[in-house]
């Protein structure tokens, strides 16, 4: 009786029934997230009004808050899946947790790029060692960390546990590291940069940046599905059914 | 087996190849005296950042010690026979910490007033300096050993140590400096003091656990 009950997570937990269940909604995911995208960037880069005091440079907002976001939230997934996968040796979250590890990278070095074109024309410069951004740095080590790990074993499953582990020693940190590295900053910069704190912001381009936040969630998803999607096949590409998929039944 | 006996074990290694300890105070002091060679002699420019740089050199040193921490353990057969005894791994994980923090966080802390010296470091700050580095040296020995354990069983772990576990020395060189520096400019650095051993505290209790996973990890795949 049991059995039964936790089939259907079984049955999640192969790569084959994973690629087969997606193949037909994931561009649905795709159109809805292109959808958000256009909408909210449309209305933030367009439509929304100026800001008074830093004029169209602001717009990147759009692109740089909702990144930022992902980049943080998506080193909780990469740990989580890869502590699923620790627990209950399933291969299809060590495959979450590897795709998430190269997506949040990507999207952490976005927020750092976009805030230095940002930081240019609000404060002049192109670094300054804000709290926000030495954080986000450091965030950004330690997503290469676990990428460098999970590539350096020979055994594909050795790297998996391996960079699970250390996903889930980062998660203990992060906390710690943002909270001292904020004091530190409070210590050397007494904040005189600090600036868009969201709830004054005007409804105009609040709803916009939702828009694009949400654009950002459902991408995300849909970028890590599909890199889900590859590497499932390039894990299995020795089994019938990847060798079936890839030269078309 | 008994604990005393494993750190018995452990400190006569380290003395019978006394290069391992060595290596890392020539290393410490080498890496400082290269700052006023590439920045300057000049003590106005030295000493204010003679704090940071001597955190620095010295997290380093640790760092660079700690890919042979279980090696020879590893290749040679014993660490399994550890990990199949009856103590917990974690145990035996901590008391190999330990002894590593004795032959080479302490002389590294003992040695850094000298270092202050010679970079002009403020008068008022040394014993902060000391017992910030002895016990900011504990902090980086267990959670560098996390990442020594996770590489141990790859050929060449050493650059690789550096890079995972380097992102998680954050807190402590920020609070460990950050003591010294307050202590420097005659500010009480005891509230800070107390971060950093919260933050050791907290290292060394949880560290093992993780290591010793880890341990098991690289075990199997050996």
């Not at chain 1, 889930?168 to 409070?186: A, H």
């Not at chain 2, 902060?128 to 900011?136: A, R, V």
Request: proline share 4%.
């Amino acid at each position: 009786m049991a059995k039964s009950r936790w089939e259907w997570f079984h049955q999640l937990a192969s790569p084959k029934s994973f690629y087969e269940k997606t193949t037909r909604w994931v561009p649905w995911l795709g159109f809805l997230a292109a959808g958000l995208l256009v909408v909210g960037a449309v209305w933030g880069l367009a439509i929304a009004p100026e800001d008074a005091k830093q004029g169209n440079s602001y717009r990147i907002i759009f692109i740089h808050v909702p990144a930022a976001f992902l980049a943080l939230a998506g080193y909780y997934m990469m740990a989580i899946a890869g502590a699923i996968g620790l627990i209950w040796k399933m291969k299809l979250s060590f495959i979450a947790m590897r795709s998430a590890a190269v997506i949040g990278a990507a999207l952490t070095f976005v927020s750092l790029f976009t805030g230095a074109v940002w930081g240019k024309p609000t404060w002049g410069t192109y670094w300054v060692w804000d709290a926000r951004i030495t954080s986000m740095l450091i965030l950004f080590f330690l997503y290469l960390g676990v990428l460098a790990l999970a590539d350096a074993f020979e055994r594909k499953e050795s790297g998996n546990k391996a960079s699970a582990l250390l996903a889930l020693v980062g998660t203990v940190n992060i906390p710690i590291i943002y909270k001292s590295v904020d004091w530190w900053n409070s210590l050397h910069q007494p904040a005189t940069i600090k600036f868009t704190s969201a709830p004054s912001m005007d409804m105009s381009m609040f709803v916009p940046l939702m828009i694009m936040i949400a654009g950002f969630y459902a991408f995300y998803a849909y970028v890590l599905i599909k890199h889900m999607r590859a590497q499932s096949l390039q894990t299995e590409r020795n089994k019938q059914w990847a060798k079936d998929t890839l030269l078309g039944e | 087996m008994r604990l005393s006996m494993l750190a018995k074990r452990d400190f006569t290694l380290y003395w019978r190849n006394k290069s391992d300890v060595s290596n890392a105070l020539i290393f410490f002091v080498v890496a400082v005296s290269f700052f006023p060679l590439g920045v300057s002699p000049e003590a106005s420019v030295l000493g204010p950042i003679s704090i940071g740089l001597i955190w620095i050199v010295a997290l380093l040193s640790v760092q660079l010690g700690l890919d042979s921490l279980f090696r020879d353990d590893y290749e040679d057969g014993s660490l399994e026979q550890l990990a199949l005894s009856e103590t917990p791994l974690a145990l035996i994980v901590l008391v190999r910490l330990l002894v590593y923090w004795c032959c080479v966080g302490l002389p590294l802390s003992l040695f850094s007033p000298l270092l202050g010296l010679m970079l002009s470091m403020p008068a008022e700050a040394y014993s902060t300096l000391i017992l910030s580095i002895t016990l900011g040296t504990l902090y980086l020995t267990a959670v560098g050993a996390v990442g020594a354990a996770l590489t141990v069983s790859l050929k060449r772990g050493g650059m690789l140590l550096s890079l995972i576990v380097m992102p998680l020395y954050t807190p402590i060189l920020i609070f460990g400096s950050s003591s010294v520096s307050f202590a420097a400019d005659g500010l009480d650095a005891d509230g800070l003091l107390l971060v950093v051993f919260g933050l050791t505290v907290l290292s060394v209790s949880l560290a093992p656990l993780a290591i010793s996973a880890s341990l098991r990890m690289s075990l199997e795949n050996g």
